[in-house]
């Protein structure tokens, strides 16, 4: 009689016990929180004076003891050289900062590159990421031609390291830079989905592993090419999601949120302090003047052409007075 009470009773307790283990399994499969956010306006093009100001706010952020830092990059790239270095230093942050690139609209060009360089990548709906392939200026060219695989070759291999550190799909974010890259998408005998370059593929032996620890025997392709030869990979936001670039969901299962807002809460501890940093007036107006620069430096590359070509005349002059103007702006910076 006693001993029916006894069993319930341990059944009861026992069940009680497993109450915060499932409970703490289910908080290890949510996204962690943070205590100090950090946004960032990364706005424009880019080149010495925004990498000089990023450069300084990771190194503010290390000090401060921020341990989310969000870039809000709206832009369409910039120099080569300012986008690495920008990207270089995103991902030698230490762990213990999380870096996201919000992206509500667009990142192209070498603000693709600096996005491939955050721990994580969240998009707005409408939003753009890629087309990253280095060009240089051509006058005679409608002022744009690529820049060849001499410099696609160590880019590509850049992005592949920022791929590599952060997860991203590789193949895919070599074909930002490259448009000779095919990419398919390969299926493992688990069912989990990989993207291999094409070419890559076809010459690769059955006994290959294109995907580690699985031959090439093993995988199937599924549908046609993600990406063709001759397609430079630009994509949309839903796109990104379903490539494997985005990884947090929002509130009713959503991949994108609804607002700014509504990814800092997301990304915040209850009291967590966040920050909003902008650029100072000296910075802006900096900035705004080295845009006024590099018009005014065209316009002396094109009077130099014209010179050449027809001799000396009004583009001469014009080009003239935008070089002393090119010089002051440079002398007030």
Same mark, same amino acid.
């Given at each position: 009689v006693v001993i029916r009470p006894l069993l319930a009773l341990l059944l009861l307790l026992t069940a009680a016990a497993s109450l915060p283990v499932a409970a703490a399994a289910e908080s290890e499969d949510a996204p962690p929180r943070y205590a100090h956010v950090r946004v960032l306006d990364f706005e424009g093009s880019i080149g010495a004076l925004l990498a000089a100001y990023v450069g300084r706010q990771l190194e503010a952020a290390k000090t401060d003891g921020v341990d989310c830092l969000v870039l809000r990059i709206e832009s369409p790239g910039g120099t080569v050289l300012h986008s690495m270095k920008i990207g270089d230093a995103l991902v030698e942050l230490p762990s213990s900062i999380h870096v996201v690139a919000w992206i509500p609209s667009e990142a192209y060009s070498g603000a693709a590159f600096v996005a491939l360089g +955050?721990?994580? &990548?969240?998009?707005?709906?409408?939003?753009?990421?890629?087309?990253?392939?280095? @060009?240089?200026?051509?006058? #005679?060219?409608? @002022?744009?031609?690529?820049?060849?695989?001499?410099?696609?070759?160590?880019?590509?291999?850049?992005?592949? @390291? /920022?791929?590599?550190?952060?997860? /991203?799909?590789? *193949?895919? +974010?070599?074909?930002?830079?490259?448009?000779? &890259?095919?990419?398919?998408?390969?299926?493992?005998?688990? $069912?989990?989905?990989?993207?291999?370059?094409?070419?890559? /593929?076809?010459?690769?032996?059955?006994?290959?592993?294109?995907?580690?620890?699985?031959?090439?025997?093993?995988?199937?392709?599924?549908?046609?090419? =993600?990406?063709?030869?001759?397609?430079?990979?630009?994509? #949309?936001?839903?796109?990104? *999601?379903?490539?494997?670039?985005?990884?947090?969901?929002?509130? !009713?299962?959503?991949?994108?949120?609804?607002?700014?807002?509504?990814?800092?809460?997301?990304?915040?501890?209850? $009291?967590?302090? =966040?920050?909003?940093? !902008?650029?100072?007036?000296?910075?802006?107006?900096?900035?705004?003047?080295l845009q006024i620069a590099g018009i005014l430096s065209a316009? =002396? *590359?094109? !009077?130099? &052409? =014209? #010179?050449?070509?027809?001799?000396?005349? #009004?583009?001469?002059?014009v080009g003239a007075i935008a070089l002393v103007l090119t010089i002051l702006i440079l002398s007030l910076i």
């Open positions: +955050c721990d994580e &990548i969240v998009m707005g709906p409408h939003a753009h990421l890629g087309d990253a392939q280095p @060009g240089t200026m051509d006058p #005679t060219n409608g @002022g744009w031609k690529k820049a060849g695989e001499k410099m696609e070759s160590p880019l590509r291999a850049k992005v592949r @390291g /920022y791929a590599q550190a952060n997860g /991203y799909p590789v *193949a895919l +974010c070599e074909a930002m830079v490259s448009e000779h &890259i095919e990419v398919l998408r390969v299926r493992d005998p688990a $069912g989990q989905d990989h993207f291999v370059a094409g070419e890559a /593929y076809r010459n690769a032996d059955d006994r290959a592993e294109l995907v580690p620890g699985v031959d090439k025997a093993q995988l199937v392709q599924v549908g046609s090419p =993600v990406v063709s030869e001759g397609e430079l990979l630009t994509l #949309t936001s839903e796109e990104a *999601a379903d490539l494997g670039f985005l990884a947090r969901t929002f509130e !009713g299962g959503q991949r994108f949120p609804a607002s700014e807002s509504a990814l800092l809460d997301d990304l915040s501890a209850d $009291g967590a302090r =966040v920050d909003d940093i !902008g650029l100072t007036f000296s910075e802006s107006a900096s900035r705004r003047l316009i =002396v *590359a094109l !009077g130099l &052409i =014209v #010179t050449m070509w027809q001799g000396v005349g #009004t583009m001469t002059i």
